[in-house]
Structure formats: structure tokens, C-alpha cells
């Protein structure tokens, strides 16, 4: 088989057979096949598309391309919760936790920031000497000691979608459905789950803004997932503007622990209540969405949530003291209110502006190997919606140095709008889709 | 400026400024811009296409990547031709010697054999001791001496179609009109020409076989040259079967020369003709086709081109004995008839099954630094629309060894068909494109 005729297979707009997949993927995951074949193919792809069983034999040989997660030892009902991503999206922190305390098994494999979404393993990173790359060996002794591991990818889990995601970043092969749907799949299903719920992410600030395509993405994710055995449900959640208050690592993982005590903002705890009765319905733990949200709101006013966050942070060597003393988090040394220039409604708060300035105040990555500061970021004070007058704080700025100032003023000033009336934002969860079809709920 | 921006931004369909353009180019030249985002661009340019504006500033770019050959020290109308490439299509041996005998300079940069299609250098390297590689000086005290010199593309002139070309063969890239009009023209601006005659082929033997790309990509190729000041005019001619008899590099010499010498197939005389018209035409030195047309043949038939293609190949230190004893020439160890299986009327040659069977008995390359072996090929002893009988000869085939026997005998019994009846090929010259629009002529 010759790279060329696949990817001239691919451009002329064929359907490409699952040896001629499997040649692709074994290809990017030992080297033999060049990194400008494979951008010359991905970009046919997202061009051109894939069909259903073109991405299902995708996303097969990417899961075959390392090995797949054994936690049969374990017993238990494994569920984990994958975001699309976005800006200020700390369920999983909350979600988690909550699951294991109603019974769950949690084995949760994150990433990192990515353009201007931020990433789970670096918020869990902002807590002091917090280890997100334990060995599967380790993963498992986590799961079985706390219900829960919070990891990153590993190298012997599908190392294919590695290698690809590093180049799709740097060739403008991101936004494709097919590319991204096996990409998070192949992580998932190599984890040995039975139940999967997606929180796919609209609107401005999501990687896929359009209703459509995220429809598209939910689908196409809960069908590889279902063909495998796991059951797949996606909620679709507005990201046109951040959730929660707390944008920036550290500030987000504050924000999660005190959701988890019952505190923090009601968009916040809306969401993870939503993706956690999903999960609970899905183990069949609970038998119904009513049940589901009770033992959810249970785990939460008895402590026990939070114990259990205790306890994963303390498995994976952070500093569980966090939990009871948020302010041995990381903090910026300058805290600096940004006020509103007229009264008004917010309009907008525009998430990308907010993401992206963060990165430029070094609390996300230009480049792979940069460090991250987990200190910057923003706490929101005014939402889209909210009347404010001249002069009130619409958010507290919190960077590292007159630098990041300036960056996160300017920021503010171009992302935050404040009208003389605001058309609604988007609905906070606006669809429900599992594989018998979609569900519109707001 | 950020690649990933710029392949995004074409991703999307786009229209990218010369700015961006030429940052692609000089980072492909440079070698600042990795391969693997040169390939996304140009898959996404060949799947998106560009605009006449966009393809200019490409070829611009192309051209500053390296130097203009200065041609102004010698006196005289400078004009070049080029094909996009056939099976058994030798004419450039053929037109240049007859419009150097005609009065023209022709400052020849050719290519090599490419894919299935043979290569103007590859022909000329059949004949001992000839030399292509040049230096530019050299080209011009060649051109002084004899009116003509037979180059490649040296390292100086557009030395970003020399990495974007090899980038586009293992990429799926190739079949582009924007990308091939720009390789194409990049080189001929750079050769500081009066006038250029393009033979555009079409049929299935071509890399554009339909007739609307190959007059799309004419008209391309055109607008290119007329805004450079280079007057550009193209003859579509058939590629659905071989130009005349011989294929394979000292076949195709042997046959040239005899077509110089008044003796040849006659569909290659007529090709060969209606492109050394234009080129008198455009160059001024004939006032018209009918007057471009008697020249052309007194030339022949005087014997002043044969001598002009002695000259050439004594200036380029080739054995200019072959002009009068092709015996000189490299020759196979094999030759057998191969004949007609059954009787009726030849309805087909497949060029691209011959071409490809050139390659794979040695006289082509499978990749860039194979060595060529310039006896092997065929002789046709019959075309599309003659009537044969059983077991008469169709073709002769030269081989330099078993095997290559069999490659011959096997391409042969799948690209000749013999039917009872055959639809007539295609118009051996059909449409004449100018700036001012398109002929039909046949």
C-alpha cells in the first residue's frame, strides 16, 4: 500500500477502507509514515469528510495503536465524563467526586489547555505537589483505593492520537468532526468503561460554535461509543460565555472545591448536577434522573463529595488540605477589580477573549512545553443578563505582574459588553442526545 | 504571520494575500516552514482552489525565490515551449532545432520523466555523453554558439518548485491547475522569454484528462505569461494514446531524429508543426501560420535543422554522430514483435498502462534517484483506428531482460484493445487558446 494513493483516495473524495485506515494510523504511531503524508491526509479528511464506518475504523485502529486499560480487577460500575471544552468548565473537579460518593468508579484520563480552552490536569496541577502522570499500575491502585483517578493520557494509551493530535494542532486539522470524535473516542473506549457522558460544548467560546456540528460531533461519539459496548450519552451546554465565575487554574480549582461544599455559582452546580445524573443513570446506580439528582444533592450537603475529593487528592500526593483551606492554592500577587465603564446590561462576555488572555498571562501554553502559571486569571462578577451600574466591578483580575495587568484589562475591555439591553444567552443545557436521537430541552 | 493562520484561513476558503503567499514560499525555500504544514496548505489549495489573483502571487513569489536568467547580452526573440506531458512526446527535439533553424533563440528548460509521463532530459541523456546540467553560464554561451541550449531547472531558478514539487509527488498534490500553472510558469518567467507555446495534452494519458481542466489550466498558464509580458499561446493536443510510434527515452531520440531528417510518423509532424507555427508566429519572425508553415518545412527539408540539433548536442558534449547513424544510440538486448491476438480494428492504446510499463522495465524512475535505462520501450507498429489482422505485429518491444519482456507483454495485453469497430480517438490538435479566448479546431 502507498501513503499517496491513500490520501489521493481521500482527496478525490472516496471512502477509505479500515486496511487502508489501519495503514494511516500504524503508520503515524512507528514513524514510517512522514509527518507531511499524514498533514496532507488529515487535511483531505477534514476537507472531505469521513463516513460513520470510515471514523469507526478510525478510531479502532487509534485505540488498537496502544494498549487497552485492563480494570477488570476493580469491581464496580465505570463511568468517566469528557468536556468538549471551554473556558471556565471545572465539572469534571465536581463531577467526579460526586460520582464515586454516590458508588461510582471514576477512571477519568484529562488533558491539558488547549488554544483557549483550559484543561483539566492543569487545574488539578494548581494544587501544591498534585500528580496527574501516575503509570497505569498506579492509575489503578488510585481506583481502587479512592474510586477515582484524575490522569492524563499515557504513553501506552492510544499513542497514535498523540502523534496525531500534535500535528493536527499545527496544520489547521483541528476543527474536524470525524478527526475529533475518534480522537477523544479512542482515549475512552481504550479505558475499559461502561458508560461515557460527553459534555459537548456551543457557542462562541467552544471549538465547534455551531448548534449543528456539535450535534454532529455528539452523535458521531455516542455511536463509536455504543458499537463498543459503552453506553454514551452527550449533553449539549452553552459556552458563549464562561461557566461559573472563576476563570484561571487555580481560581477554577477554588471554585470547584467550594461546589463541592455546597457554595459557588448556580450555572456551575447546574451543569455538573446535569452530567452527574447522566452518569448515575447510565451505571444504573440510580433509576431515574429524580433519584440520580437526590443522591447527587446528597453526596454534596453531607460532606461526603468533598471527602472523597480529599481522598483523591491525597492518593495522587496533593495537598489535601485545600479542601478545608482554599488559600493554600497558588495566589497572584496583584487582585485588581475591573469596573464597569457605563451602566447597563451585560450583553456578552466573550469566552475566547477570556481564554486566550489568560494564556497571555502565562496561565496557559503558547507552545507544548511551556510552564504554566496557575495563579492568573479572572473571578466574574457581573454575568451575561446582569444589570450593572457605572463604576461596579464586573470581575477581579488576578496576575502576575503589570504585564499581565494591562493584557487582562485589555482583554475585559473587548470581551465584556454592556448594552442598553441584551438578547438571552444561550440555554445552559439545550440538548440531550443519546442513541435513539436528540432531545431539545431548553 | 503564523502558518497554521494561513492554512487555516485557505481551509476555509479564503482568499490568501500575496503577503501570506509568499511567506509560504520563502518559508519552503528557506526550509523555515516544515513540511508538514507546506502539505496541509497544499492539499487544502488543491481541494479549495485559488483565485487568478492568488495563483499570481504565487508564481511571483516562485520567481523572486530564486534568480532571473539574464538573457538581454544576447540579441534576438527568446521563445520556449512547453508540454504538460504525454507518452511517446518528443516534439521538444524536435521544434527547437527547426525554430533555431527558423531564426529564434530557445533557451530550453526541460524536466524529467515524471509518473507515467516521459521527460525531455531523459530523452536527450539517451544520447552518450550529453549533457543537461549545465551551469547558467554555460546555457548562455550554448545559446550564443547554436540559438538553442537544453537545460534542466538549475538549483537558481525558482528553487521553491524544486521543494514544493517533491513535496506535491508524495502528497497527493499534484493534480492542482493553480499549483501546476504556477510550477510551470515560476520557471519559464524566470527564463527571461519574448514568447512561451504551451502544448497543453488531454485524454487519459494526461495529468488533467478532462478537456475543461486542460483549457482551465491553459488559461491559467496564459494569463500568467501575457501579465508577465511573455506572449502565451496554447495547442490542446490528444493524449488518449502515444504520439507517435516510439516510447521509451532513445527510442523517442531516434524517432525525433527522424523526423528531423523528413521520415517519422506523421501525427508527431503535424503536433510538431502546429507548435513551431506559433512559436514563429508570436516571435514575429513569420507573418502568418501559412508563411510560419512553409519555413518550418523548408527547414526540415533543407536539412538546416538536422544540422542545428548536430550543433546542440556537439555544444552540449553528446555524440553528434547520432544525427546521421542512430545505431549510436543506446540499444536494447531484446527485441520482439508482439502481436495481434485477433483481427479487427485497433480502438485503443492506453498511454498511462505503456508509461507505466516504461518505468517498471527501467526506462523511468520509481523514485528520484533511480538510475534510467534509456534502450527499453516500444515501437508501435499500428495506432487507434488501423484495422489489423491476427498475428500481425502491433508493436515491437524493446526490453533489457526477461522480465522486462514480460512487464512489456503484459502492458500490451491490457492497454491495446482490437475491436470490431473503434469510436475515433481524439482530435490530434482541438482547441487553440490565446488571451483573447478559445478556438475550435477539430
Known amino acids: ?6 490520501i489521493t483516495k481521500k482527496r478525490d473524495g472516496h471512502v477509505l477502507s479500515r486496511e487502508e485506515l489501519r495503514f494511516f494510523v500504524d503508520g503515524v504511531t512507528t514513524g514510517s509514515l512522514p509527518d507531511y503524508q499524514a498533514s496532507a491526509l488529515l487535511m483531505a479528511v477534514l ?24 480494570l477488570t480487577g476493580i469491581p464496580g460500575v465505570k463511568v468517566d465524563k469528557h468536556s468538549t471544552g471551554g473556558v471556565g468548565d471545572k465539572t469534571s473537579l465536581i463531577v467526579a467526586p460526586l460520582a464515586v460518593a454516590c458508588g461510582l468508579l471514576v477512571p477519568m484520563m484529562s488533558g491539558r489547555g488547549l488554544g483557549h480552552t ?10 501544591p505537589g498534585f500528580r496527574v502522570n501516575l503509570s497505569l499500575d498506579e492509575m ?10 484524575m490522569i492524563g493520557q499515557t504513553a501506552e494509551i492510544a499513542p497514535a492520537d498523540k502523534k496525531l493530535y500534535a500535528l493536527r494542532d499545527v496544520t489547521g486539522t483541528v476543527e474536524s468532526i470525524p478527526l475529533i470524535a475518534a480522537s477523544i473516542m479512542s482515549k475512552k473506549l481504550a479505558e475499559g468503561l461502561q458508560g461515557l457522558v ?6 462562541s467560546g467552544a471549538f465547534l460554535p455551531d448548534l449543528e456540528d456539535s450535534l454532529l460531533l455528539a452523535q458521531t461519539m455516542i455511536q463509536l461509543g455504543e458499537d463498543h459496548g459503552c453506553r454514551t450519552v452527550a449533553l449539549l451546554t452553552a459556552m458563549d460565555r464562561p461557566l461559573g465565575e472563576a476563570c484561571g487554574n487555580a481560581l477554577e480549582t477554588a471554585e470547584a472545591i467550594a461546589s463541592l461544599r455546597g457554595e ?7 451543569v455538573t448536577l446535569a452530567l452527574g445524573v447522566e452518569m ?8 431515574d434522573p429524580a433519584a440520580a439528582r437526590q443522591m447527587l444533592e446528597a453526596a454534596r450537603s453531607s460532606g461526603k463529595a468533598a471527602e472523597v475529593f480529599r481522598a483523591v487528592i491525597a492518593a495522587q500526593r496533593g495537598d489535601a488540605r485545600v479542601i478545608d483551606d482554599p488559600s493554600l492554592l497558588p495566589v497572584a500577587p496583584i487582585v485588581e477589580e475591573y469596573a464597569a465603564k457605563r451602566a447597563g446590561t451585560v450583553s456578552r462576555i466573550e469566552p475566547r477573549t477570556v481564554g ?22 479572572f473571578v466574574f462578577r457581573a454575568k451575561p443578563g446582569d444589570r450593572v451600574a457605572a463604576g461596579q466591578s464586573l470581575a477581579a483580575i488576578h496576575a502576575r505582574d503589570q504585564n499581565g495587568l494591562e493584557i487582562a484589562r485589555a482583554a475585559l475591555d473587548s470581551s465584556v459588553t454592556i448594552a442598553a439591553r441584551a438578547k438571552p444567552p444561550l440555554p445552559l443545557i439545550s440538548h440531550r442526545v443519546t442513541i435513539k436521537g436528540v432531545e431539545v430541552l431548553a
Chains 1, 2 share one sequence.
Request: net charge negative.
Open 140 to 149: 489503578r491502585q488510585a481506583l481502587a483505593k479512592t474510586g477515582c483517578a
Open 198 to 203: 460527553l459534555d459537548t460544548t456551543r457557542g
Open 1 to 6: 500500500m502507498r501513503a499517496v494513493d491513500v
Open 280 to 287: 448515575l443513570v447510565i451505571a444504573g446506580v440510580a433509576p
Open 118 to 127: 483550559g484543561g483539566t490536569l492543569d487545574k488539578l496541577e494548581s494544587i
Open 356 to 377: 486566550r488572555a489568560i494564556v497571555a498571562m502565562g496561565g496557559g501554553r503558547q507552545t507544548v512545553d511551556d510552564a504554566v502559571d496557575p495563579a492568573v486569571g
Open 264 to 270: 459557588g455559582p448556580d450555572d456551575l452546580w447546574q
Open 47 to 70: 476537507l472531505r469528510g469521513m463516513t460513520s464506518g470510515e471514523t469507526a475504523a478510525l478510531t479502532d485502529a487509534m485505540v488498537d495503536s496502544g494498549i487497552r486499560v485492563d
